[in-house]
């Protein structure tokens, strides 16, 4: 392969974009933080134990959105995202 060659094929690879996961890993992909939060939703609104969320539904297993949500709560996601859903309601009340 010539140096032009190497430079062209480089420069390619340099484009390509990023798959954000390894091709080859050890277990499975992760479950998209969407479908961890709706798996959450599903569990908390209709008062399931966390065993009973089934992969069936989409959301991953009960198992891991409920580490997720310990590790958010950890974070302060909901804390934030309570303030702001409470900011929406009382604008939309005032109006």
């Not at 094929?9 to 479950?31: D, I, M, T």
């Not at 580490?67 to 109006?95: C, D, M, P, Y």
Request: glycine fraction near 10%; charge should be positive; include cysteine.
């Amino acid at each position: 392969m010539t140096r032009a060659q190497r430079a062209g094929a480089a420069g390619r690879a340099a484009h390509r974009e990023p798959s954000g996961w390894p091709e080859r890993s050890p277990g499975p992909r992760p479950v998209p933080d969407r479908l961890c939060l709706q798996g959450i939703l599903y569990v908390l609104c209709n008062d399931l134990a966390w065993q009973l969320l089934t992969l069936e539904l989409g959301f991953g297993s009960g198992q891991t959105c409920w580490r997720r949500l310990e590790r958010w709560q950890k974070a302060g996601v909901f804390g934030r995202l309570h303030r702001i859903l409470l900011a929406e309601l009382n604008l939309s009340v005032q109006t």
